[in-house]
């Protein structure tokens, strides 16, 4: 099967180039859910309190998939589903992620609990590599409680 053809990017600039890829708002709450709040189910994303529309999800994880930021494999409970994951490239994000919740915790109102946001912010290291630890061992643990993990039914 022939590689898809990508659109050509708008310029050379890095910046607006990753924007791109990943850069509207659902596609990085994805990688987020992904990497910090251990979701591995398209329903686990449908009830993240977000409120992203059903298509719209759909599309955005084909989207990354074709990015190479995640991948899919068939859910062991039932192969009908997929689960999904995030590549090297995708945590690779981890970073730029961190970041961004310390910018957005700084200038505006959150419902981010100060003190976390602060020991995360003077710890920047330790909690990407707590992140990478979690994604190589496959550990779907939240790393960020106050968001909360998939909702399973028992």
């Known amino acids: 099967m022939p590689e898809k053809s990508r659109a050509q990017p708008r310029s050379g600039c890095?910046?607006?180039?990753?924007?791109?890829?990943?850069?509207?708002?659902w596609s990085l709450l994805i990688v987020r859910d992904l990497m910090v709040r251990g979701f591995r189910r398209f329903k686990d994303f449908q009830q993240s309190g977000e409120g992203i529309a059903t298509n719209i999800l759909a599309d955005r994880l084909r989207r990354l998939e074709d990015a190479g930021i995640l991948t899919t494999t068939p859910d062991p409970e039932d192969a009908r589903r997929r689960l999904y994951r995030l590549?090297?490239?995708g945590i690779d994000l981890a970073p730029v992620l961190l970041e961004i919740l310390v910018?957005?915790?700084?200038?505006?109102?959150?419902g981010a609990p100060c003190?976390?946001?602060?020991?995360m912010a003077q710890n920047r290291e330790a909690v990407l590599a707590e992140v990478r630890r979690r994604w190589q061992q496959d550990d779907p643990t939240p790393i960020l409680p106050?968001?909360?993990g998939?909702?399973?039914?028992?």
């Open 115 to 119: 003190e976390v946001i602060s020991q």
């Open 150 to 154: 998939p909702k399973r039914s028992k």
């Open 146 to 148: 106050w968001l909360g």
């Open 87 to 89: 590549t090297e490239k």
């Open 14 to 25: 890095p910046v607006s180039i990753s924007l791109e890829v990943f850069g509207d708002r």
């Open 103 to 110: 910018w957005g915790a700084k200038y505006e109102e959150t």
